[in-house]
Structures are given as structure tokens and as C-alpha cells.
């Protein structure tokens, strides 16, 4: 059941709006049909009409509570029905809780800065946002340094690309202490941003086509940007919201 909004045939630097709504509008379609009872919502910039190209995809996913687990089971099944995945990881804050997870999605050849943020909430707590937050039995223990390392170079690529560069610093300072990187930060921005897309490649080997993934965005989108110049690329919405 692969969707238009999913199919090859154009650059994963296109930052085409309408295939992102059109993702969007798959994404929920497939997780409400998964299960009779479930709803599928967009929430954040997206929901609030406020995104700019660079905005991720946020989504609730409320479920009747005797089929969380079933159903959070699904989800890599689900997302793939759409499009096929190049990552998928669970926040680990949430990644024992019975009633609400938090999880990440990046499509194979679709923009990266379009991450799905797929929070799960089940039905007797979707009125409660931070369900489970602060508790530690809830927490988990399966997550990927390097992955979220690299998770930060995007988020840090979107910062500068939104004139934030002090944003984007501290997004890559910590993307460097997260995988145990000394690491001297320039404001050369694709440079910099390419020493920490290699160094967690290779500290885990198995992303290295994500990370290339990665360096190729930044290449793209802040070629001859440094931290005072940043190179302002928004497609047809010029907006700044956040996402």
C-alpha cells in the first residue's frame, strides 16, 4: 500500500508542501483504519497552521487502552504500509509506559527535516500530555546515542536554515557530548555538521547511509553558510514556525 506521497522519482531535498500534507494526511488515514476506535490527529505547527518548509510532522494516535500494546506493537508496520523507513526509535522516557509512547520516524528518500513524531496516548489518559513523563518506571533502556546524535545535525541544519544559530550550536554541542565527542565547533556550518554525522557513523556502522543522508542535506541547504551567514531556504511558505 504505497502512497503517492511516498513514491521515488523526485529529490529528498524537495520541500514540496503539498507532498508533505499529502504525507501527512496518509499517515493519519493509516494509523485511524489500523484499529475501529482509534482517531489520528495532527498536532504542533502543522495543526496550529503555523509550519514553514523545514516543519516535522507531529501526530496523536489515541487508541482504546486494551489494544495499546497491540497497536504500539504495529506501528513500524503501520508507518511502512505508507512508506518505507530509514529509522524508527522510541523515546526512551517512554518506552516501558502502558499507556503513552513517543515515537520517530524518518521516510527513505523523503526530506529528513520532515521526521514523524508519532506520540501514542491510550483513550483513559489522551486528555493528559505529559502522562507518565516523570515516571521511572515507564523509562526504558533501548536507544541509540548515535542515531540521536544525528537527529540533532538535522535539527541543527533547520535552526540555521530559520536564522537561529545559537540554537543550532547548542543542538550540536550536544550531539557531540551524547556520543562521548570532543569536538571543537567552528560555525562552518556543513563542516560541522559532517564531523558529527561521521563521528556517530562510526560509532555505530549501520547508520553510516543515514549520516550520508545527513551531510548531503547540509551540503545542500547551507553550502558556503557560516554561524554569521546563514542561507535562508523555505520554499514557498515563509513562515517560522516551529517543528
Known amino acids: 500500500m504505497n502512497r503517492k506521497s511516498t513514491k521515488g522519482g523526485r529529490s529528498e531535498d524537495d520541500l514540496d508542501l503539498v507532498r508533505r500534507a499529502a504525507l501527512a494526511q496518509d499517515l493519519l488515514d493509516a494509523l485511524a483504519a489500523h484499529h475501529p476506535g482509534s482517531r489520528a490527529e495532527l498536532k504542533g505547527s502543522l495543526a496550529r497552521g503555523t509550519a ?22 504495529a506501528v513500524r508496520g503501520v508507518l511502512e504500509a505508507v512508506g518505507p523507513l530509514d529509522s524508527l526509535r522510541t523515546d526512551p522516557e517512554l518506552q516501558n509506559s502502558r499507556k503513552r509512547r513517543l515515537i520517530f520516524a524518518a521516510f ?9 513524531d508519532l506520540e501514542m496516548r491510550a483513550s483513559s489518559v489522551a486528555h493528559l500530555a505529559d502522562y507518565d513523563q ?12 548515535p542515531a ?12 540555521v536554515l530559520r ?41 555505530e556502522p549501520g547508520l553510516r547511509p543515514l549520516a550520508e543522508r ?29 517543528g
Open 148 to 159: 540521536s546524535a544525528l537527529a540533532n545535525a538535522v535539527a541543527a541544519t533547520k535552526a
Open 214 to 242: 545527513v551531510v548531503r542535506l547540509a551540503g545542500s541547504h547551507l553550502a558556503g553558510s557560516g554561524e554569521q551567514t546563514p542561507r535562508r531556504r523555505e520554499g514557498r511558505n515563509r513562515c517560522t514556525g516551529p
Open 52 to 73: 514553514d518548509a523545514y516543519s516535522d510532522i507531529d501526530i496523536v494516535w489515541t487508541v482504546p487502552d486494551d489494544h495499546f500494546e497491540t497497536c504500539a506493537t
Open 134 to 145: 516523570d515516571n521511572p518506571a515507564a523509562r526504558g533502556d533501548e536507544w541509540s546515542r
Open 108 to 116: 527513505r528518500g523523503l526530506p529528513l527535516f520532515w521526521r514523524v
Open 163 to 203: 536564522g537561529q544559530p545559537v540554537t543550532a550550536r547548542g543542538l550540536l554541542e550536544r550531539g557531540f557530548r551524547r556520543i562521548g565527542a570532543p569536538d571543537r565547533l567552528t560555525g562552518r556550518w556543513p563542516a560541522d555538521i559532517r564531523r558529527l554525522a561521521e563521528a556517530a557513523a562510526d560509532r
